[in-house]
């Protein structure tokens, strides 16, 4: 296949997804997934290895593309079947995340597999949103182990009606993943009428071995040479912290090595990660050196080995808690990941973005007085300045590629009203280029509701690069008293929640300033925090 050929191919498969994703956002009910789009969908071989993607979520297609191969091995497929799975420990990254996985039949045997992951608002957790302060896996949630979803055609009714219940949303939300999946096959069904299985199965042994190539001619234009990063994450939610991360980078012969040895064990509280996340948090910081046109596939990361002790926060043992480990420490395992490839490449890695998700997850379990209602969102803040150009104002960066919820579509769901929402001016790190501003987001509730926060960089700014300063830590406040940065609580109707998301670091000395001082919150100095 020349090389025209195979940017044609890739091209064809990637629009597959990104039209899986089309159908998986205007035919779900829930805001989580129409409006912030916190879903993605993905193409595989008939192996399980990863042979497209749309651009999504990178956590989640990340950690579908190390886990995927397991999964379906482990599985007695049919034509027409599904299998929903939720498991953190068996390929999931927390327990919203729920996976919708259909084999792809072509004469008679699997040609490969169309997956879509959306984020589930309740999933039955004991508190709205299902993203608790949990201790525990069981407490944040139904656990799905690989379930028969979908027989020969047919959806299973009792496995739908015990994922789903009687909710019209959720029953919505899955049978949209079950529409975004029978689109996939349908057209890969197309794409090979047009050709043959042969030609399909050697244009994809094509690809994966061009995505290796790329990879190894980025990996051998860095010095070779290990590259050490540490970074903190502020607390686990049960009163453990400061906890550290981790990283020694090994480059050399076209190859990288990601050694996490010397990160804390697991912790009580919910900011532990299954190795798929972290996995999903390296792919992501390697993705970020390859050129646009690198195609989504597992080749890209076969130069990669991941090292992570088992029972290590990075890669924690059930049932250890999880809930934000898929959102918090996975942010945090970018952070440890670039400020090593910085060491390397001093000026093409930025300084840290704001490090956090800032979840915020709420609604009410029902009563005589209102209706259940679950409602959860991440809220943007500034990204890292670079050698280049200041840091971006007010986005989401790194492991989510989530959208905010329109102001109307949040008010018009939900008892609440978005009292402020607006840039959190100043809180970028100072430097020749200085770091993108963070946010202030402010509801106020109509009605009484529980809320749980769940966010990090509150103690530990976003460090700057090259002498650049720091990011502004974030903060929450109820009724313009402080909060700590991970907190379940009961509000009354009147009560105000405000979030102030962090700023991202600065780049390099500002004009005139001292290089000691400016660099004082600077990766150097983070790195080796204690």
């Known amino acids: 296949m020349n090389a025209v050929d195979l940017a044609i191919f890739a091209n064809r498969i990637n629009n597959l997804c990104e039209e ?117 896996l069981e407490q944040e949630g139904r656990v799905i182990a690989p379930t028969r979803l979908v027989a020969a055609g047919s959806i299973d009714q009792g496995v739908f009606t015990q994922l789903a219940g009687e909710s019209p949303g959720a029953r919505g939300d899955f049978l949209a993943q079950v529409s975004a999946n029978n689109l996939g096959r349908q057209r890969l069904l197309e794409l090979l009428a047009g050709s043959s299985a042969e030609a399909y199965r050697a244009a994809i042994a094509e690809l994966h071995d061009y995505g290796r190539r790329l990879t190894e001619t980025e990996l051998a234009q860095l010095q070779p040479g290990r590259y050490h990063f540490r970074d903190l994450m502020d607390d686990d939610g049960q009163g453990n912290g400061p906890i550290p991360i981790e990283v020694t980078l090994t480059i050399g012969d076209g190859r990288l090595v990601a050694d996490f040895h010397g990160t804390s064990k697991q912790v009580a509280g919910n900011i532990n990660c299954p190795l798929t996340v972290t996995a999903a948090a390296v792919f992501y910081a390697l993705r970020c050196l390859l050129p646009d046109y690198t195609p989504a596939c597992a080749g890209v990361f076969d130069p990669v080995t991941l090292l992570a002790p088992e029972g290590c926060l990075v890669n924690a043992r059930r049932p250890a808690a999880v809930a934000a480990g898929n959102v918090e420490t996975s942010m945090r395992l970018v952070d440890v990941v670039l400020g090593a490839l910085a060491q390397a490449l001093p000026t093409e890695i ?67 009203r978005i009292r402020r929402y607006q840039r959190r001016r100043g809180s970028g790190g100072s430097g020749r280029h200085r770091g993108g501003d963070g946010l202030i987001r402010e509801f106020e509730f109509l009605a009484a509701a529980q809320v749980t926060l769940l966010t990090e960089r509150r103690q530990h700014s976003p460090w700057g690069l090259v002498g650049g300063g720091a990011g502004l830590a974030g903060a929450n406040f109820l009724n313009e008293q402080p909060l700590p940065g991970k907190i379940h609580l009961h509000v009354a109707a009147g009560d105000r929640l405000r979030v102030e998301t962090p700023g991202g670091g600065g780049w390099g000395v500002e004009a005139g300033g001292d290089v000691a001082e400016s660099g004082r919150d600077s990766a150097a100095g983070l790195s080796a925090a204690d």
């Not at 890292?384 to 840091?391: N, W």
């Open 20 to 136: 899986m994703g089309a159908v998986l956002q205007r035919a779900a009910f829930s805001p989580n997934i129409k409006d912030r789009l916190d879903y993605s969908c993905a193409l595989f071989d008939a192996s399980g290895r990863i042979v497209a993607q749309a651009a999504h979520i990178p956590v989640h297609l990340g950690s579908m593309a190390f886990a995927m191969v397991d999964l379906v091995a482990s599985q007695q497929w049919r034509e027409g079947d599904m299998v929903v799975v939720n498991d953190p420990f068996l390929g999931g990254t927390h327990l919203p995340d729920v996976t919708v996985i259909a084999p792809i039949f072509w004469q008679q045997a699997i040609i490969g597999f169309v997956a879509n992951r959306a984020h589930h608002v309740n999933i039955g957790a004991s508190t709205p949103g299902s993203m608790p302060i949990s201790s525990h």
């Open 350 to 416: 930025p300084a840290a973005s704001q490090g956090t998700m800032n979840n915020i997850a709420m609604g009410s379990a029902g009563d005589e007085s209102q209706a259940r209602w679950d409602y959860y969102e991440t809220i943007a803040g500034g990204t890292g300045a670079g050698a280049l150009a200041p840091g971006l104002q007010c986005v989401q960066s790194h492991m989510t590629n989530t959208l905010n919820t329109p102001i109307e579509s949040l008010e018009s769901h939900f008892p609440l």
